[in-house]
């Protein structure tokens, strides 16, 4: 055998079987769960909340927290998180909504906190339109807000995209999961084998709602361009709000960032008249010419 050929064999087998790997560990590069006890209580200082659970067709448990304003609610945000630790921690950003008078639901994915179940990418789509409804259920949608940071904003530009919600907010969101793991992994056949490829920019096609995009200019795990890419997916119901200097994870450190959320969730977007405006001026570089 000649020694080209050899090496071109051996070459073949190592890419198959790190292909294979990637396959079958993906799941444990993807999410970084943190498992509560079924007895685990939740503390918040300050806040006022209580726990709930979910029971699937499937038979999984989804554990969720309502954290509730002090004053009277003007609605719902509910918060889908990122992909680690559960909502033991990222419930400490309730606070971010609940004073400006929004109930906060934060549920963990399946294998997270105290939720249960064999995790896939259209079980956790299916658990989250279960819990939307459960909320639509209580009211309107014109008072829900879907939020969703990092992993979460994939899943909750679906939901908007199949519900009518007030608006739809994403933080530091990836245009899909395919295009974020490619980074890492250019030569590998990641359409075929990805198992939750998320495609961000295929459902915000879809949405009717206004969009709201926060990403940090520093955000170096995904990049703050791709934030530029969606916001041309949808454009007539999009704005991308910038967090310069932010990261990936830190935006909540930034008073810009607090600023931007006062603003998008207090507006009322309002229908302006573009014919008073100068759209249709048209420029002409040619220097227009006197009479005489």
Same mark, same amino acid.
């Given at each position: 055998?000649?020694?080209?050929?050899?090496?071109?064999?051996?070459?073949?087998?190592?890419?198959?079987?790190?292909?294979?790997?990637?396959?079958?560990?993906?799941?444990?590069?993807?999410?970084?769960?943190?498992?509560?006890?079924?007895?685990?209580?939740?503390?918040?200082?300050?806040?006022?909340?209580?726990?709930?659970?979910?029971?699937?067709?499937?038979?999984?448990?989804?554990?969720?927290?309502?954290?509730?304003?002090?004053?009277?609610?003007?609605?719902?945000?509910?918060?889908?998180?990122?992909?680690?630790?559960?909502?033991?921690?990222?419930?400490?950003?309730?606070?971010?909504?609940?004073?400006?008078?929004?109930?906060?639901?934060?549920?963990?994915?399946?294998?997270?906190?105290?939720?249960?179940?064999?995790?896939?990418?259209?079980?956790?789509?299916?658990?989250?339109?279960?819990?939307?409804?459960?909320?639509?259920?209580?009211?309107?949608?014109?008072?829900?807000?879907?939020?969703?940071?990092?992993?979460?904003?994939?899943?909750?530009?679906?939901?908007?995209?199949?519900?009518?919600?007030?608006?739809?907010?994403?933080?530091?969101?990836?245009?899909?999961?395919?295009?974020?793991?490619?980074?890492?992994?250019?030569?590998?056949?990641?359409?075929?084998?990805?198992?939750?490829?998320?495609?961000?920019?295929?459902?915000?096609?879809?949405?009717?709602?206004? #969009? &709201?995009? !926060?990403?940090?200019? +520093?955000?170096?795990? /995904?990049?703050?361009? %791709?934030?530029?890419?969606?916001? @041309?997916?949808?454009?007539?119901?999009?704005?991308?709000?910038?967090?310069?200097?932010?990261?990936?994870?830190?935006?909540?450190?930034?008073?810009?960032?607090?600023?931007? #959320? &006062?603003? !998008?969730?207090?507006? +009322?977007?309002?229908? /302006?008249?573009?014919? %008073?405006?100068?759209?249709?001026? @048209?420029?002409?570089?040619?220097?227009?010419?006197?009479?005489?």
């Amino acid at each position: 055998m000649p020694y080209w050929l050899h090496i071109l064999i051996w070459f073949f087998v190592a890419y198959v079987a790190i292909s294979i790997a990637l396959f079958y560990l993906q799941d444990y590069m993807l999410f970084k769960p943190e498992k509560l006890p079924k007895d685990f209580k939740f503390y918040y200082e300050n806040q006022d909340f209580e726990e709930h659970n979910l029971e699937t067709r499937d038979g999984a448990t989804i554990n969720g927290i309502l954290f509730k304003p002090k004053s009277e609610s003007k609605g719902i945000v509910l918060y889908l998180k990122g992909n680690s630790k559960s909502i033991k921690g990222w419930g400490k950003f309730a606070v971010d909504f609940t004073r400006h008078g929004y109930n906060v639901l934060m549920v963990d994915y399946r294998g997270f906190g105290k939720s249960t179940g064999r995790r896939s990418q259209k079980a956790i789509k299916r658990d989250l339109q279960v819990v939307y409804n459960k909320i639509k259920g209580r009211t309107t949608e014109d008072r829900i807000i879907l939020y969703g940071r990092s992993l979460g904003s994939g899943f909750a530009a679906k939901l908007a995209s199949m519900n009518n919600p007030k608006m739809l907010i994403l933080d530091a969101p990836y245009y899909s999961l395919t295009k974020v793991t490619a980074r890492y992994a250019p030569f590998m056949p990641l359409s075929l084998l990805i198992k939750y490829p998320l495609p961000t920019y295929k459902w915000l096609k879809y949405v009717k709602c206004p #969009i &709201h995009i !926060i990403h940090g200019t +520093n955000d170096k795990l /995904i990049p703050y361009r %791709t934030s530029v890419k969606l916001s @041309k997916v949808n454009p007539k119901r999009t704005k991308l709000h910038s967090v310069i200097g932010g990261g990936h994870k830190d935006l909540n450190n930034f008073e810009s960032y607090h600023k931007m #959320i &006062h603003e !998008i969730i207090n507006s +009322n977007p309002q229908e /302006i008249d573009l014919s %008073t405006t100068s759209i249709h001026v @048209k420029h002409s570089s040619k220097p227009n010419k006197t009479k005489t």
